[in-house]
């Protein structure tokens, strides 16, 4: 069965370094998600992009935040200068289309560590 | 401001009962609701989707409530087994006609002892 990947399953970073988690969603998949999870909490919405741009952001995804699909196989979640209250797991998502019946494919997660 | 509340105390129940867990929603008039299982450390894993216009859902040993006038929805789990120890995620649905995203509750952890 087609799954959504992520690599990689953990970062470990220095507070103020850049990091880029990477995602392959499933092929056939048209809508791209990022959510993150601090330990001990709710999964949070941070990003949907479609058609190559942003759909929705939420207040987490600030102007330090970005995502990109540079190949047709590749979506990534770029953090530019990583704080303390970064770390968390860090899922991403995929969607076949707006359907109310279609649901969301989650990846593994990458676990992110800002020291 | 919208609120989706799940109970937060862990549910421990005895093989072979069934588990009932709630999802209430406030300032919300959600098109449907969907029902997530997540294992420690894991992205959530889609079980179950209901309509507004859907009182009932089943699949397998699952059953999903949707009340839109209590805005409630109840999960339940007959003849549980260990291995359905995990935690459950309800995410009500708005139609926006932007991204679909999911809004989560917070979950609550089941654990289903021998």
């Known amino acids: 069965e087609p799954e959504v990947t992520q690599t990689p399953s953990h970062q470990v970073t220095q507070m103020g370094q850049e990091v880029i988690l990477r995602c392959v969603p499933i092929?056939?998949?048209?809508?791209f998600y990022w959510y993150r999870q601090i330990l001990g909490q709710k999964v949070e919405f941070l990003v949907s992009?479609?058609?190559?741009?942003?759909?929705?952001k939420s207040e987490i995804f600030d102007d330090q935040f970005s995502v990109e699909r540079p190949d047709g196989s590749n979506f990534t979640l770029k953090i530019r200068s990583t704080k303390l209250e970064d770390s968390a797991m860090y899922f991403c998502?995929?969607?076949?289309?707006?359907?109310?019946?279609?649901?969301?494919?989650f990846g593994p997660g990458t676990r992110l560590l800002v020291l | 401001s919208q609120k989706i509340e799940q109970n937060s105390e862990a549910l421990n129940i005895q093989e072979g009962k069934t588990a009932t867990l709630t999802c209430n929603y406030t300032?919300?008039?959600?098109?449907?609701l969907q029902w997530y299982r997540q294992d420690p450390g894991r992205g959530p894993v889609f079980l179950l989707l209901i309509r507004e216009n859907e009182k009932e859902k089943r699949k397998e040993r699952l059953k999903v409530t949707f009340d839109t006038t209590l805005k409630q929805s109840l999960f339940h789990i007959t003849a549980s087994q260990p291995a359905d120890s995990a935690t459950y995620l309800c995410?009500?649905?708005?139609?926006?006609?932007?991204?679909?995203?999911?809004?989560f509750g917070t979950g609550t952890q089941l654990k289903v002892e021998l």
């Open positions: 992009f479609y058609n190559n741009e942003i759909s929705e």
């Open positions: 092929s056939n998949h048209l809508y």
């Open positions: 998502a995929s969607l076949p289309s707006a359907g109310v019946q279609e649901t969301q494919y």
């Open positions: 995410a009500p649905y708005i139609l926006t006609g932007g991204g679909n995203k999911l809004t």
């Open positions: 300032n919300y008039s959600p098109a449907y």
